[in-house]
């Protein structure tokens, strides 16, 4: 049944907290595995859910499960070299918490209910705030306590965002199942007031948890003290899911007819988002801040295609893809980098292109990647969005996004050139090793792959996911 994709990991993780570590490794492995597996007969549709009325399997709901289940194959392959290194206090929590926090996130993306897709997302903050915990630090509770205490008040936002679109039903009286499928087909007869209001609520709850400025605050600490491989799915993973609440609400909005509203909610939510970010990067003594900053910016660009519409739209679903596969490249990479250099900040690093050749080539490639240079995915989905600005007629939102892309980068590349090229002492802490390596590499070259040749299977989804807002790969 298809609820196995997320039981699965939930079961293997409540196993591997009693377990021995070394079986604790083997098992998020497996668990890995087995998932990717589960997904890849998700989508091949051999897999019917046991509960219908809760549980569907959505054209953007299968696209984030297939990013999600992807890249933690490959954060968990590097995450068995770094616990080793590390030495890592509460091993067994950890990998615990990391595969409950996949089962989790795969309930996200297969809830078609929108109170379970609350309880889901919910979740997701419990299980995950350990992982930002686990060095026992003083920042590290701090970053612990802002992240749980600003997702759930702002998780607490977006369950009354659902009140508000079941008000939408009751008030009209209207007979139908609360999934968001049903939804759908009674739109054009839910009162408008109340799923304006819900949209709202809904937009700034989930909103806080997909990093959308001004409620990114948790965003910046939680990646900045996560162990490496939980800061990757933070980036990678979580933002993408909380992105998916927002979108079948915004699915539902423009369904009722009023996809203009939502989408100028959006945009707004992503400008600032964007420019936020690029202030905040400049001169940003912390690289593993840096990318966080950087996630916030991407989420803006994200939201600011899907409410543009269009080949912008197209545009904001690749981004989406490409910027989970670089973007937990990076932080895996900066997890060398920290490990090297024992510092998170940029004036304790340097000269990373001599002392660690194959973590900079990884690091590098990566911040071009995530600034849109090509052969990666991410030059093609920000050139779609600037393209269907142009079509639609918005230049003031368009001269506003090129202005922050401009931004951010120009702070970035300060950070990133400074880390790679600068001078800096002969002691390393730790050397290289392949296994954490090898999967930045892997991301890296899926996004490259995937900008150059895209399955049929994946665009087939791509395309379902967006035809009902109107968007096309022809604007």
């Known amino acids: 049944m298809l ?40 989508w091949l549709g051999k897999l019917e859910p046991y509960f219908p009325d809760y549980f569907s399997s959505s054209p953007e709901g299968l696209l984030v499960l297939l990013v999600t289940s992807f890249i933690f194959l490959f954060i968990a392959i590097y995450a068995i070299s770094y616990m080793s290194e590390t030495e890592m206090q509460s091993e067994h929590i950890f990998i ?61 936002l977006a369950l009354l965002g659902c009140f508000f679109i079941t008000l939408a039903m009751d008030i009209k009286e209207i007979d139908a199942p609360l999934t968001f499928s049903s939804l759908n087909a009674v739109a054009g007869q839910l009162d408008p007031i109340w799923l304006k209001a819900g949209f709202i609520f809904i937009m700034i709850g989930f909103g806080t948890k997909m990093g959308l400025a001004p409620m990114h605050t948790w965003l910046p600490d939680a990646h900045s003290q996560a162990p490496s491989p939980a800061s990757a799915l933070l980036s990678g993973a979580l933002l993408n899911c909380a992105f998916l609440g927002i979108y079948k609400v915004h699915i539902l909005m423009h369904v009722a007819g009023l996809g203009a509203y939502s989408s100028n909610i959006l945009i707004g939510f992503g400008l600032v988002s964007m420019f936020v970010a690029g202030i905040f990067i400049l001169n940003q003594p912390d690289y593993k801040r840096m990318l966080a900053y950087s996630s916030v910016e991407n989420m803006g660009v994200i939201a600011i295609g899907v409410g543009i519409g269009g080949i912008a ?15 937990s490249s990076l ?52 050139l779609l969005i600037i393209m269907g600005a142009f079509q639609r007629g918005r230049f003031v939102v368009l001269a506003a996004f090129i202005f922050c892309l401009t931004l951010v980068f120009a702070g970035a590349a300060r950070i990133v050139m400074r880390i790679s090229f600068a001078n800096a002492g002969e002691e390393i802490l730790v050397e290289e090793r392949m296994l954490r390596v090898i999967p930045s590499y892997v991301l890296l070259l899926t996004s490259i792959g995937l900008f150059l040749w895209m399955p049929e299977i994946i665009f087939q989804v791509i395309i379902d996911t967006i035809k009902v807002l109107g968007g096309s790969v022809n604007g």
């Open 3 to 42: 609820e196995f994709v997320f039981l699965l990991p939930i079961l293997m993780g409540g196993a591997a907290f009693f377990l021995p570590v070394f079986l604790g490794r083997g098992i998020l492995i497996v668990a890995a595995l087995l998932h990717l597996q589960l997904t890849v007969m998700g």
């Open 96 to 156: 615990s918490c990391m595969l409950l926090f996949l089962g989790t996130m795969s309930m996200v993306t297969l809830a078609d209910h929108p109170i379970v897709l609350w309880i889901a997302i919910e979740a997701t903050t419990l299980v995950s705030a350990p992982l930002i915990f686990i060095n026992r630090s003083k920042e590290a509770l701090e970053a612990t306590w802002k992240y749980v205490l600003i997702c759930s008040v702002g998780i607490a």
């Open 313 to 327: 739209l197209y545009g904001a679903i690749l981004h989406l893809i490409h910027h989970s596969l670089i973007k």
């Open 331 to 382: 932080f895996l990479s900066a997890g060398n980098i920290l490990l090297g250099f024992g510092s998170r900040l940029v004036k304790k690093t340097g000269n990373l292109a001599r002392l660690f050749p194959k973590t900079f080539v990884a690091f590098f490639a990566g911040f071009a990647g995530v600034s849109g240079f090509p052969p990666f995915g991410i030059f093609i989905s920000e």
